[in-house]
Nanobody
Framework: QVQLVESGGGLVQPGGSLRLSCVVSENMFNIYTIDWYRQGPNKERELVGWITPQGRTTDAGSVKGRVTISRADTINTVYLQMNNLTPEDTAVYYC??????????WGQGTQVTVSS
């Protein structure tokens, strides 16, 4: 069973923070690396970062230094904490699972809108 369910998106003011959640099916949680991607309006999909089954994290791209990726093993959940948000962070955020460096499975995404 493949399950990747993102949540936590919404409207936030510039300078604010938001934490997104990604619930991962139990059979995948300790095997797959969970990425975070985003796609803004009229933009290409962008890698935000990832967390490995061992808990090692990397943040990437234009959000580097403003995000924290973590996981809660008891509830099979991965988090993306984002700080100091700007309108450029407006996007649909996804948490695909991968084992080869490229996403194998995708969730439906969660919309984040940064606006005053």
């Amino acid at each position: 069973q493949v399950q990747l369910v993102e949540s936590g998106g919404g409207l936030v003011q510039p300078g604010g923070s938001l934490r997104l959640s990604c619930v991962v099916s139990e059979n995948m949680f300790n095997i797959y690396t969970i990425d975070w991607y985003r796609q803004g309006p009229n933009k290409e999909r962008e890698l935000v970062g990832w967390i490995t089954p061992q808990g090692r994290t990397t943040d990437a791209g234009s959000v580097k230094g403003r995000v924290t990726i973590s996981r809660a093993d008891t509830i099979n959940t991965v988090y993306l904490q984002m700080n100091n948000l700007t309108p450029e962070d407006t996007a649909v955020y996804y948490c695909p699972a991968q084992r080869s460096g490229f996403p194998d499975y995708w969730g439906q995404g969660t919309q984040v809108t940064v606006s005053s």
